[in-house]
């Protein structure tokens, strides 16, 4: 029987735990024979004393091996790819890059799990497309992933088990904001979902949850750390969250945008971290490529159009029906004038989310319907030149009030300046092991 | 609905709550609306955060409005007085002075809770007297205190309920350790069960809960600001628990002592305790005595026998036989020879409550059963002479195993050196408000 109040006490006194003690612990919390109140008082005193990279570990190999882990490699018989983002206004990155790296022969395979934001996450934005189910068993998932070299899906139930348990638990008593408990949510998902080479997209800004360069900095070699202890290969972009990622902000939007992408027509900041991300993830795989290969390679696929296939035939895979003529739009369209010429100066992140999730895009609660056809489109970003009067944003939105909201919401988003700001490259750093 | 996670959040972060809002949350997780989990984690902050004296007192506040209160001094017409410890090796003293200041017409009224600890605690002291009942109902209570001037029992469930439910939650969370959180404890139940004057005995050393006078000091000020606040007078003493109060260590062994004591025939550091804290009482009692004229009524009932008079007045209102020779006794009786002459340099408390411990004397886990007959005499104490060969201590056994041990762990506690110690008051500072 482990004594949890003791070990409690060391970690709230400062020590460091063996490994197998928060082993013992975590897996005895998965099978319910330590209480929520035990595991609410631990994480609490893990936010005042921290973990050390050995504890962290421990506490990712324990969820790890409290449930199913899938092991893609030998399924195929190849490297198989994978890639994660903390989460920003904006992000449908993956959406963009399992098609890049398929098209270029590469197999991507990313279990996901439903955020509770701004917009909806990953998962939220595929379901905007009629028929798409993103409810697949394990089998089906990892024979997606072989025969058609692209799979998207919900996380299983049996993935993990003790970190979705303690993650709903640390949600309602502020012990999120740990770096090594994040680290070890992350990663122990990714870990379990067996792909070999991970790229990993920290959000930095005041749309994310690390406002700080320093944090995300932090937060990245933890899971660095993590990955290599567990043998996968991982690449961390540290990449901006201080305006919105691309224009779209809204489920059906954000699919459009990524299409439109994967056709060489996204918008640049987007098109570029997608562009860049696919890349990482040749370069890791088993094709044998370098960074100045890989780019010809991504370039290509956007060029000659198997991008673009590879995406309808992933999205046929899994049951949806791949044509933009078939995602949802909404009934009003407002266009959010300019109030002064000048140059936007800043378009902060979240209260662009906070107009999204106003017009019903993303959820404030588990229970929250999302309303995929709703959001907004940013028109002009950091740094474009505007006219009075001109478009800044547009707002797709269910009816005239909630339309009127978002545009004030947006106009306050919004700063308008006499002198173009400072560029800031998307990226702006890459941490690899 | 109270936002159980934003408070914690805020206490995480250091920032001051709002006495109404730890009102609310305290009254919602008394009601169960508020779940163990997320108190777990607020406790855990406010281990690394601190409650400031306002935050303190909403604390107690809500404990006392959540339940029972008793109002004493409205059903006698008359100032009834209260005493608590906070618990050490061989503290009877409650016991002691609980009959001194009621043989001086001064009503006395404790209700008390049950001890994990070396020795039971002051319930389970009484419980060796054969018939003792300790559970009365609030009303037989307050009779017996308006009816014989003396009455020492249960804490009734109803008597703040969500003080105990947060105890138990604190005892297996590592989250007891903290100075607002104890001295909120101690003193809801105090200002509840209904005495308009308080003498309070911190124990300071290592068998006590405080090992530095400087905590002790902390403590004390804290219980005396809520005290002052719920307008009652209290007393704070300070007092060593570097060695066992008094010579027994067991419960029939401590209410002998207890009754040699009231005889006038007690060791004299549990003696002077004990007359000093009945002191205190009948001056903040209704009496109108000065401490001079205090210390003559407490010596008079000493000399004249009423002390006794009262014990036993008190013990039959309970149901119990106040026979001296109706205590139990233990079968094996083994005396501890000192291994060479000189002087006691030290007696440590710990151990000797261990070596009582493990005779039966206390119990480790709430299922424990007590034996009222078993635990040891400190015949020597710090500063007293002793030859080699001279009985140090005397251990009460169950049988001849346990008295082995017992003798052992003894001998452990004590240190004899050439040249005496130098002395050590038992009171070691008095704080009043």
């Known amino acids: 029987m482990i004594r949890a109040a003791e070990l409690i006490q060391r970690k709230r006194d400062g020590h460091e735990l063996a490994a197998e003690e928060i082993t013992e612990l975590m897996l005895a919390y998965g099978r319910d024979e330590v209480p929520d109140y035990q595991l609410a008082a631990f994480c609490m005193a893990v936010y005042f004393r921290g973990l050390s990279s050995a504890e962290t570990f ?27 983002s903390t989460g920003g206004v904006g992000d449908k990155t993956s959406i963009a890059v399992g098609p890049l790296v398929a098209a270029c022969g590469v197999p991507f395979g990313k279990m996901s799990g439903r955020g509770l934001g701004h917009t909806g996450g990953t998962l939220d ?28 899906v919900g996380q299983t139930a049996d993935l993990v088990p003790a970190d979705k348990k303690l993650y709903a638990l640390r949600d309602v008593t502020a012990t999120v904001d740990n770096v090594s408990l994040i680290a070890a949510s992350i990663m122990s998902k990714k870990i379990a979902a067996g792909a070999n080479a991970i790229v990993l997209d920290v959000k930095v800004g005041d749309g994310a949850f690390m406002k700080t360069l320093e944090d995300a900095q932090v937060l990245g070699e933890a899971m660095l750390a993590l990955g290599r202890r567990a043998g996968r290969e991982v690449v961390c972009l540290l990449t901006d969250m201080n305006q919105p990622l691309g224009r779209a902000v809204g489920n059906a939007l954000e699919l459009r945008e990524a ?5 060489g027509e996204g918008p640049p900041d987007f098109a570029g971290l997608a562009f860049d991300a696919a890349v990482h993830l040749l370069v890791l795989s088993d094709l044998g490529v370098d960074a100045a290969e ?23 895979a899994q049951g949806g029906d791949p044509d933009e003529a078939a995602l949802p739009t909404a009934d009003v369209v407002r266009e959010v004038p300019a109030p002064r010429g000048g140059y936007v100066a800043e378009l902060k992140a979240l209260p662009v989310g906070l107009a999204a999730l106003h017009l019903g895009a ?64 998307i990226v702006l750093d890459t941490l690899a092991a």
């Open 58 to 84: 421990a506490l990712t190999d324990a969820f790890v091996r409290g449930g199913e882990t899938i092991n893609l490699s030998e399924a195929l018989g190849r490297r198989v790819v994978d890639k994660h």
């Open 125 to 152: 934005k595929l379901e905007a497309i009629p028929g798409f189910r993103v409810e697949l068993t394990t089998d089906e998932f990892v024979a997606q992933v072989r025969d058609v070299g692209l799979a998207i």
């Open 259 to 263: 299409l439109a992408t994967l056709r």
């Open 294 to 316: 890989a780019r010809r390679l991504v370039d290509r696929v956007v060029a000659d159009g198997s991008a673009v296939e590879a995406y309808e035939r992933w999205i046929r």
């Open 362 to 425: 993303g959820r404030r609660t588990k229970e929250d319907a999302i309303d995929p056809s709703v959001g907004v489109v940013c028109r002009k970003k950091r740094g474009d030149a505007v006219d009075e009067g001109e478009s800044l944003a547009e707002v797709h939105a269910r009816d005239d009030a909630s339309a009127d909201q978002a545009a004030d919401e947006l106009l306050a988003a919004y700063t308008i300046a006499d002198e173009p700001p400072r560029r800031r490259p």
